[in-house]
């Protein structure tokens, strides 16, 4: 059984939501109604609740104010509360001890926070697509933990990750994370930018979309946030963030917010 069998066969993890291929399909469907995302999301109250925090973050100026689905869904957008259910579902699928998921937890949801603003700023990408692709950016970390629980804590500690994960499992994070998306049925850009998030495919049909993923994660080791990244910012970032006509100025505001939502990240696993 090869590396990748083993990715498939985690589709049938017993944690992972019973509601997450209809959940997955409304993903894809635009036309989804409110009324049926409400009804799935009341279905899990954990993520319901995580919801709910997220709408009175800072970040959207709402402290305190949303106590209910139907209210985060006005001050997030339906769009933005599609993302965040599939990828909390997702994330809290897995197995793993809660302390590792918190940290990979804020690590995600700090990436998902600056490919969001990059979004603004990068023509034809969809913001609440990038959100949701910086949230699941490393899942493939949360599979090959799954799958090689005590040989992947080692590789965690390894200077540089990728190599190391070639060498030990023939598969690096983002290919394993891309792999169960697929399997899913996650839509391509999404697991396209979960494959090309430490080396971008610059041919890519979903090429905008992918770099903010890319240069969210590159971002992250440079603006001092407390949840380190996995990725260097190298030449290949510096040139890619320049060729879209990004400055010191937007990086600065990256910073601001990510300032803002550390707190945050803790409130959301006291739940
Ligand atoms: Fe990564
Ligand atoms: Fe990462």
Redesign the pocket.
Known sequence: MTVFDKIEELRKLPTLPTNLSRLISVLHDENASLRELEEIIKRDQAVAARIVTVANSAAFGQAGFVNSIEQAILVLGIDLVRSLTVGISIFHSFPLPPVLLKHLWA?AYS?ATVSNLLARKIRNTDRDVCFLGGLL??IGRLVLLTIFPRDYSIVQDAASIIESEKERFLCTHAEAGSHFLRALNVPAEIADSVLYHHSIDIGSPHRDVIACTYLA?GLLQILGTAFA???LWTDEHQNLFEAYGLTVSDVEELAAMLRLQESEVQAFFKL
Do not use: V
Request: net charge negative; glycine share 0%; proline share 0%.
């Open positions: 690590h990436a950016h490393d994660e990244s996995d990725s």
